[in-house]
T-cell receptor
Framework: GNSVTQMEGPVTLSEEAFLTINCTYT??????LFWYVQYPGEGLQLLLK?????DKGSNKGFEATYRKETTSFHLEKGSVQVSDSAVYFC???????????FGTGTRLQVFP | DAGVIQSPRHEVTEMGQEVTLRCKPI?????LFWYRQTMMRGLELLIY????????DSGMPEDRFSAKMPNASFSTLKIQPSEPRDSAVYFC?????????????FGQGTRLTVV
């Protein structure tokens, strides 16, 4: 089945710092890859996605590139804001499983 | 659409009592997922349904947990009897599975506390 390894958190940054959250996955077949974000007290919501190798997903200044050769989908942002403080989840989705399995999540804390 | 709706938002119950969590998925979605989130275990998939049929319940922790989806617009997750270690936030999500571009939409969760 699918599985995900994310970097341990919390990640603590100052505002305007560069962010990288690492994600590597194992999956059956050729998965689509997703990043979800969970703000305090809320459910998860889709941040960005990529469906094939070398695709780059982007949203709200965040980016992640589908790297098939390294089975990775690292999340990056050039300049974080306090409002980006949340928990970020990486998830692969394979056609033959149809179920979305999440990593443990990485908590990001941004201070002014 | 109002999104995925879960009720109640908060539930406090005594050990041994029956607890029922409810979920209304987004209209037109064909799959529904129940997740449990704790600090220790993160986000665990408990069970998922496709076209109202349970497809994979391997994540259900034990027989005290059961889930039903009597129709396309309603699902329940029941814990009987409840125990303190069941305390967690339970999320319901729905999606249109069968398309790898699909996005799962989450409800706001039910925070369960068993004392």
């Amino acid at each position: 089945g699918n599985s995900v390894t994310q970097m341990e958190g919390p990640v603590t940054l100052s505002e305007e710092a560069f962010l990288t959250i690492n994600c590597t996955y194992t999956a059956t077949g050729y998965p689509s890859l997703f990043w979800y974000v969970q703000y305090p007290g809320e459910g998860l919501q889709l941040l960005l996605k990529a469906t094939k190798a070398d695709d780059k997903g982007s949203n709200k200044g965040f980016e992640a590139t589908y790297r098939k050769e390294t089975t990775s989908f690292h999340l990056e942002k050039g300049s974080v804001q306090v409002s980006d403080s949340a928990v970020y989840f990486c998830a692969p989705l394979s056609y033959n499983t149809d179920k979305l399995i999440f990593g443990t999540g990485t908590r990001l804390q941004v201070f002014p | 659409d109002a999104g995925v709706i879960q009720s109640p938002r908060h539930e406090v119950t005594e050990m041994g009592q029956e607890v029922t969590l409810r979920c209304k998925p987004i209209s037109g979605h064909n799959s529904l997922f129940w997740y449990r989130q704790t600090m220790m275990r993160g986000l665990e998939l408990l069970i998922y349904f496709n076209n109202n049929v349970p497809i994979d319940d391997s994540g259900m922790p034990e027989d005290r947990f059961s889930a039903k989806m009597p129709n396309a617009s309603f699902s329940t997750l029941k814990i009987q009897p409840s125990e303190p270690r069941d305390s967690a936030v339970y999320f319901c999500a729905s999606s249109m599975v069968g398309n790898l571009n699909t996005e799962a939409f989450f409800g706001q969760g039910t925070r369960l506390t068993v004392v």
